[in-house]
């Protein structure tokens, strides 16, 4: 472990895990692209590479944890983290505009231009005359097309109840760390845990009954569009939980105080921001 003089920041002699993670992601990368090309060794090659990868991640962040709990991060090493963990939320956030862009584009601007609206008069006559549908639009029936539609009721409403009280039971848990309350830390962390892997079983829950209805992410506009938002924020949900699981077992074994509990907290910011896409995802998607 290098040595920390005053308020130098904390520089490690050595760090082997950036090269033993780039090593597993260029396997998992390239396996992965020789299993879609057929190639024997492509599934081989692929789960070696996640396993690297898994390796990685369990060393990387432990001994990351082992260097904070030794004291070997000061003030200005506090204030990286938390401006790295804003700017990959604010990355974050760009990532899902994109896919909400896609939909605002389809549902405000194509649908109106293949009814003929505005500059889309000529679109609608020679493209798709028969075009009738306003929402969800699924492509002409000999595509495959439907117009079933994901409804609110019940289990998105639920899923929404669960979220917004998880949000509740992690700013708890927040709060119960500042008062030196360990009892409480471990009881919201574990609740919290335990609504957002619920969360991810109702949704897929809902994806089986989709797919039994015929709505798949091969059902035009309207199917990509919805397992695209959704997919990508289950699997936000289910890292959430995994990050948000590291804390309790953390937590267990008393590893947070008042002072010092940034990576609760991180955890925590990521949590609230998943709540906060969902309640666009459930307005958006599922109600207008």
Do not use: C
């Amino acid at each position: 472990m290098a040595h920390t003089a005053g308020d130098a920041y904390y520089v490690p002699h050595t760090a082997r895990w950036p090269l033993i993670g780039s090593v597993g992601l260029t396997l998992l990368l390239g396996g992965f692209a020789a299993y879609l090309n057929e190639a024997a060794y492509g599934a081989n090659l692929m789960w070696a590479g996640l396993a690297v990868m898994v390796v990685m991640l369990f060393g990387w962040f432990g001994t990351v944890v082992s260097e904070s709990e030794n004291g070997a991060y000061k003030s200005w090493e506090d204030k990286s983290f938390r401006i790295g963990m804003a700017w990959f939320i604010f990355s974050e956030v760009m990532f899902f505009a994109a896919f909400f862009g896609a939909l605002f584009y389809a549902r405000s601007l194509s649908v109106p231009w293949l009814l003929g609206e505005g500059s889309g008069a000529q679109t609608h006559q020679f493209l798709w005359s028969t075009y009738t549908e306003l929402w969800p639009t699924n492509g002409p029936e000999d595509l495959g097309g439907n117009d079933f539609r994901m409804g609110w009721w019940p289990l998105p409403f639920i899923n929404t109840v669960i979220l917004l009280t998880s949000g509740l039971t992690v700013t708890w848990a927040h709060h119960a760390i500042k008062d030196n309350q360990r009892g409480r830390i471990i009881l919201g962390l574990f609740l919290t845990v335990a609504l957002g892997f619920l969360f991810v079983f109702l949704q897929a829950v809902e994806y089986k009954e989709a797919y039994h209805e015929g709505l798949k992410l091969t059902s035009g506009i309207y199917g990509s569009t919805f397992f695209m938002l959704t997919g990508f924020h289950g699997l936000h949900v289910t890292l959430g939980a995994i990050m948000l699981t590291v804390m309790l077992f953390r937590a267990i074994r008393g590893h947070f105080t008042p002072e010092r509990h940034f990576a609760f907290e991180a955890a925590a910011w990521y949590w609230h921001f998943v709540d906060v896409v969902w309640l666009g995802l459930f307005l958006f998607v599922y109600i207008l």
